[in-house]
Protein backbone atom coordinates (compact mmCIF):
# COMPACT_ATOMS: atom_id res chain seq x y z
CA UNK A 1 0.00 0.00 0.00
CA UNK A 2 1.13 3.39 -0.56
CA UNK A 3 2.17 5.41 2.45
CA UNK A 4 -0.45 8.30 2.57
CA UNK A 5 -2.56 5.40 2.39
CA UNK A 6 -1.52 3.98 5.37
CA UNK A 7 -0.71 6.59 7.30
CA UNK A 8 -4.72 7.20 6.51
CA UNK A 9 -5.43 4.07 8.01
CA UNK A 10 -3.28 3.64 11.08
CA UNK A 11 -4.84 7.60 12.09
CA UNK A 12 -8.47 6.16 11.63
CA UNK A 13 -7.54 3.04 13.82
CA UNK A 14 -5.75 4.86 16.03
CA UNK A 15 -9.34 6.64 17.04
CA UNK A 16 -11.09 3.84 17.05
CA UNK A 17 -8.57 1.82 19.76
CA UNK A 18 -8.90 5.31 21.49
CA UNK A 19 -12.68 5.78 21.52
CA UNK A 20 -13.14 2.14 22.79
CA UNK A 21 -10.49 2.24 25.36
CA UNK A 22 -11.92 5.30 26.71
CA UNK A 23 -15.42 4.29 26.73
CA UNK A 24 -14.52 0.92 28.57
CA UNK A 25 -12.49 3.23 31.04
CA UNK A 26 -11.05 1.88 34.02
CA UNK A 27 -13.72 -0.15 35.34
CA UNK A 28 -12.97 -2.86 32.77
CA UNK A 29 -9.36 -2.21 31.94
CA UNK A 30 -6.58 -2.48 34.12
CA UNK A 31 -4.75 0.86 33.04
CA UNK A 32 -4.89 3.62 30.11
CA UNK A 33 -2.84 3.53 27.53
CA UNK A 34 -0.60 6.25 26.79
CA UNK A 35 -1.14 7.85 23.17
CA UNK A 36 2.22 6.40 21.96
CA UNK A 37 1.08 2.63 23.00
CA UNK A 38 -2.32 3.48 21.04
CA UNK A 39 -0.14 4.52 18.56
CA UNK A 40 1.92 1.26 18.32
CA UNK A 41 -1.57 -0.84 18.36
CA UNK A 42 -2.98 0.77 15.50
CA UNK A 43 0.52 0.31 13.40
CA UNK A 44 0.78 -3.16 14.18
CA UNK A 45 -2.51 -3.84 12.80
CA UNK A 46 -2.02 -2.18 9.84
CA UNK A 47 1.38 -4.23 9.63
CA UNK A 48 -1.00 -7.08 9.83
CA UNK A 49 -2.94 -6.43 7.43
CA UNK A 50 -0.41 -5.20 4.85
CA UNK A 51 1.28 -8.83 5.56
CA UNK A 52 -2.37 -10.37 4.79
CA UNK A 53 -2.99 -8.49 1.56
CA UNK A 54 -0.06 -8.68 0.13
CA UNK A 55 -0.07 -12.50 0.28
CA UNK A 56 -3.57 -12.34 -0.71
CA UNK A 57 -1.99 -10.12 -3.84
CA UNK A 58 0.84 -12.87 -4.46
CA UNK A 59 -1.86 -15.82 -4.64
CA UNK A 60 -4.05 -14.06 -7.14
CA UNK A 61 -0.82 -13.77 -9.08
CA UNK A 62 0.00 -17.09 -8.83
CA UNK A 63 -3.23 -18.19 -10.07
CA UNK A 64 -4.00 -18.81 -13.51
Not at 19 to 28: F, N, R, T, W, Y
Not at 35 to 43: E, L
Request: hydrophobic fraction near 45%.
Amino acid sequence: MDQKTVEKLEGKIEDAIAEVILKMGLKKLPLLPARHTIQMMAKAAVAVYEAVADEDERKSQDRP
